[in-house]
């Protein structure tokens, strides 16, 4: 009953069902890390990838060829990616997430490093990827330099398909 003293009794349609969403969630997922200190040794103005031998749990994508991750559904993707490195010599370091070894544009961040200070390097991108596309992350340097992960987790990237 209401304040007023009258019952209100009435039922409100449902509407249609919609769609079904993926299960579990995320239709694709994975990533890689590393956590081993290492050095890499850069060439001048060369691109060389970022070691990650740890996998982490994923779906529809693969750890092939190594240090990368392989989607293997076409879709809309994010990528988060993280590096904390040092070099041997003052430089501009320039880090980037690679689509089939072509830089991905939102994703190149370069920085002008001290000797043996620590820099991170991080972001996040949402791009479209079509399937059996390779991602990996690679440094390069104007100069011939020394680059330190060091100890801990150094290094990571993954990927979730959102769409």
Do not use: C, H, W
């Not at 990533?31 to 031998?53: E, F, S, V």
């Not at 479209?128 to 801990?152: E, K, R, Y």
Request: proline letters at 7%; hydrophobic letters at 35%.
């Amino acid at each position: 009953m209401n304040p007023t003293g009258y019952s209100i009794d009435f039922t409100i349609p449902q509407g249609p069902t919609g769609p079904t969403g993926p299960a579990n969630g995320l239709s694709a997922y994975g990533g890689k890390y590393n956590d081993t200190a290492q050095t890499i040794n850069l060439g001048i103005g060369t691109q060389t990838p970022i070691n990650l031998p740890t996998a982490m749990p994923n779906l529809n994508t693969t750890y092939t060829p190594n240090n990368s991750i392989t989607v293997t559904q076409a879709g809309t993707y994010e990528i988060n990616y993280f590096s904390n490195v040092s070099a041997a010599l003052a430089t501009t370091i320039t880090q980037a997430v690679r689509a089939n070894g072509t830089n991905i544009p939102s994703t190149i961040i370069s920085r002008a490093l001290s000797v043996g200070t620590n820099t991170i390097f991080s972001g996040s991108t949402i791009v479209t990827l079509a399937p059996n596309t390779v991602i990996d992350m690679a440094v390069s340097a104007l100069i011939s330099v020394g680059l330190t992960l060091g100890s801990g987790l150094n290094a990571s990237l993954t990927v979730k398909k959102i769409n």
